[in-house]
């Protein structure tokens, strides 16, 4: 079973539109983190942000938000008049911490297009 | 400058000939994973060691080795390289320590893009 979902595949928006990136995720440990990283068109990964289950605060980062609700397992990621420079690949991500070892678990990636 | 540095970048190579990607890391980091990237799969983990000779498989281990006999670095290996593993692959380093190692933030390598025919 996929542990973290990303289920929009791909989406396409005008530029200053709102949009926002789903994520869903799976785990039975009471200590966890999540991310989201962006990958833009040139290939490399740039970490946005990080979240331990602790803390269900959202938070704003200029025009990035994150929503994060334990009650559904979701952590989405709003981004605010959206940019062309915002056009990439955006992963979600899940770390669970454990004594023996801690995965890293990612989701599919959504594809995000913003059209001038 | 803090980075992970991966080499090859690009390599093209045939079946049953072996190779190793090489991964260093400056940060003085205690965890080191590798993942693999494929179009509709995102980024899958291969291994990961939370410190020298401690290494553990990830979700996709089959086919490949690594050895962690330094810190700084955490070489992919890949033995007897099979057409299916054509794919792009990241290292990344982790700086958080304790019960919570290998929770932080990802320090991603640029990617190695390796072909097998």
């Known amino acids: 079973a996929q542990k973290v979902t990303q289920a929009q595949t791909e989406i396409s928006v005008v530029e200053k539109e709102d949009v926002t990136l789903d994520c869903v995720y799976e785990?039975?440990?009471?200590?966890?983190?999540l991310f989201w990283y962006k990958q833009p068109p040139s290939g490399e990964l740039v970490f946005l942000i990080r979240?331990?289950?602790?803390?269900?605060q959202n938070e704003i980062s200029g025009r990035y938000s994150w929503n994060f609700q334990k009650s559904t397992s979701s952590f989405n990621f709003t981004i605010t008049a959206s940019q062309v420079v915002d056009s990439a690949v955006y992963f979600c991500?899940?770390?669970?911490?454990?004594?023996?070892?801690?995965?890293?678990?990612f989701g599919t990636g959504t594809s995000l297009t913003v059209i001038p | 400058e803090a980075q992970v540095t991966q080499n090859p970048r690009y390599l093209i190579t045939v079946t049953g000939k072996k190779l190793t990607v090489t991964c260093s890391q400056n940060?003085?980091?205690?965890?080191m994973s590798w993942y693999r990237q494929d179009p509709g799969l995102g980024l899958r983990q291969i291994y990961y060691?939370?410190?020298?000779?401690?290494?553990d498989k990830g979700d996709v281990p089959e086919g490949y080795k690594v050895s962690r006999k330094e810190k700084r670095n955490f070489p992919l290996i890949l033995e007897s390289p099979s057409p299916n593993q054509t794919s792009l692959y990241f290292c990344?380093?982790?700086?958080?320590?304790?019960?919570?190692?290998?929770?932080?933030?990802?320090?991603f390598g640029e990617g190695s893009r390796l072909t097998v025919l």
């Open positions: 785990t039975r440990d009471t200590t966890y983190y």
């Open positions: 060691s939370m410190n020298v000779e401690v290494t």
């Open positions: 940060m003085n980091h205690e965890y």
């Open positions: 991500a899940l770390s669970e911490a454990s004594n023996t070892g801690n995965q890293f678990y």
């Open positions: 979240r331990n289950s602790f803390d269900e």
């Open positions: 990344a380093s982790s700086s958080t320590s304790g019960r919570a190692l290998g929770t932080g933030e990802l320090f």
